[in-house]
């Protein structure tokens, strides 16, 4: 071999191992992520029947060889959510499993392909669609009828003790929710404000413009008179999601709470939460919850409305990062196991043998 040619081949030689060194590293990192978003649990696509539309549901099972297991319904908060929440559902459903308890979840209407439009929906809607898919789920043979609970989030606080009134639950996990509409809007526009280091002057000119809505809201104005009002600026706002304020702006859960007197009621609150005060919740519910001795309120300081911890939410990276390489760890310290915990105080009973 020519003496020129060795360099040539030694240099091709450190360039084909370092691509297997890179490929190997990245090969694992997919190994990792592969496995940290693997849950112990079985999913099954469902189909519930319900106002003459089919729901598109999940339904996430314990693999602990029981023919029977209790249930947990999600209900979900504003927006547009699929069932899994973007798989942001699953590291509870794990600890839902761990408690011998299956999950049940379903696309809202108009999302991933379900039929129907959510912001056609008042509280009362949701509330008999839950009410359904608790229904289809008791005809189950492998669902525990006897052993059925709720878990809902931030607007689904409104929904919850509607279902309630309308089926038999067995405990109740209420996670940010708030008490009035119109309240915790105002107090979600001030601490926004707050958050963004508004000026006064700016302060003045948004709560006015809230005012203005609030009174085309009492009005029962049009959408069109709405923008006629804000000058052409709806900052946003469509006519669907004018449609479903108006729908449900009046919601106020005070008197709806006490459907779930005596019932097991597990409250969860962020320290950071600029969606909902916290502190009003909390009062509302000891108002009408205490008095039965079944209330439990889990207090999470270092979280935000979502709860997820506060420095991860507040960057992107750590956001993306944490969900792909320990997705269970986007969730406020003892979030988790304190609702596993919960559940396995509050759901004793069914078939236990496998």
Not at 85 to 100: C, F, L, Q, R, T
Not at 124 to 140: L, T
Not at 273 to 299: C, M, P, S
């Amino acid at each position: 071999m020519c003496p020129k040619t060795r360099p040539r081949w030694r240099g091709l030689r450190i360039a084909v191992w370092s691509l297997v060194t890179i490929l190997a590293a990245a090969a694992g990192l997919v190994g990792v992520v592969l496995w940290q978003n693997t849950y112990d649990m079985d999913e099954q696509r469902v189909s519930i029947r319900h106002g003459g539309h089919t729901l598109n549901g999940v339904l996430a099972t314990p693999k602990d060889g029981r023919e029977r297991h209790g249930l947990i319904v999600y209900v979900h908060g504003d927006g547009p959510v699929d069932a899994t929440h973007d798989d942001g559902y699953k590291p509870m459903w794990e600890a839902n499993a761990k408690a011998g308890y299956a999950s049940l979840s379903w696309d809202k209407p108009g999302v991933a392909g379900a039929p129907g439009n959510w912001l056609d929906q008042s509280m009362d809607d949701r509330a008999d669609e839950a009410a359904a898919a608790i229904a289809w789920a008791r005809a189950r043979p492998d669902v525990d009828g006897d052993r059925i609970g709720l878990w809902g989030a931030s607007q689904a606080g409104w929904v919850l003790p509607k279902i309630a009134a309308k089926t038999p639950v067995s405990f109740v996990i209420a996670v940010s929710p708030a008490i009035n509409w119109l309240q915790q809007g105002r107090y979600n526009l001030r601490a926004e404000l707050r958050a963004d280091g508004a000026s006064a002057a700016r302060t003045q000119a948004e709560i006015a413009k809230s005012d203005t809505t609030r009174r085309l809201l009492e009005r029962r104005a049009t959408f069109e008179q709405y923008v006629r009002a804000m000058g052409g600026d709806t900052d946003g706002m469509t006519a669907d999601r004018w449609n479903f304020i108006s729908k449900n702006h009046t919601a106020d859960a005070a008197q709806d709470l006490n459907a779930l007197r005596g019932t097991p009621v597990l409250l969860i609150l962020a320290g950071h939460d600029i969606n909902v005060d916290t502190a009003d919740t909390e009062r509302g519910y000891r108002k009408a919850l205490d008095a039965g001795g079944a209330l439990t309120v889990k207090h999470y300081p270092d979280a935000t409305h979502s709860l997820l911890e506060q420095s991860i939410e507040q960057s992107d990276l750590k956001t993306i990062l944490t969900a792909l390489f320990a997705p269970r760890s986007l969730f406020a310290d003892g979030f988790l196991d304190d609702q596993r915990r919960f559940v396995e105080n509050h759901g004793q009973g069914g078939d236990t043998t496998p």
